[in-house]
């Protein structure tokens, strides 16, 4: 089993930049795929991105596309989510996932069997 911790989360001035973090424990944490999502009070949880586990494809939500990049460290069994250009509409709870591994990103939540605590981000304007 892979347990998730997610940090780095904050207040941010909009155009800033955060980089968040998700360190894995326990075994396989290279064989699975893994993914970014967030979620606001009242609202479901969006996908934003992802990534396979042994090709390193990636996957990204247009509303973040050009901005964020996912990136794994098998080596430190972390996974990061670099965010640039952080919009206020970028605010929200931000959590890691892992799923089985494929060669597919998933953008459904439901897929995702294993899920961090979250981290909250704050974009002001």
């Known amino acids: 089993q892979v347990r998730l911790v997610e940090s780095g989360g904050g207040l941010v001035q909009a155009g800033g930049s955060l980089r968040l973090s998700c360190a894995a424990s326990?075994?396989?944490?290279?064989?699975?795929?893994m993914g970014w999502f967030r979620q606001n009070p009242g609202k479901e949880r969006e996908f934003v991105a992802g990534?396979?586990?042994?090709?390193?494809?990636?996957l990204y939500a247009d509303s973040v596309k050009g901005r964020f990049t996912i990136s794994k460290d098998n080596a430190k069994s972390t996974l990061y989510l670099q965010m640039n250009s952080l919009k206020p509409s970028d605010t929200a709870v931000y959590y890691c996932a892992t799923t089985w591994a494929s060669n597919v990103v998933s953008t459904s939540s439901g897929v995702y069997k294993r899920w961090g605590q979250g981290t909250q981000v704050t974009v002001s304007s």
């Open positions: 990534i396979t586990w042994i090709d390193d494809d990636t």
């Open positions: 326990g075994r396989g944490f290279s064989e699975y795929n």
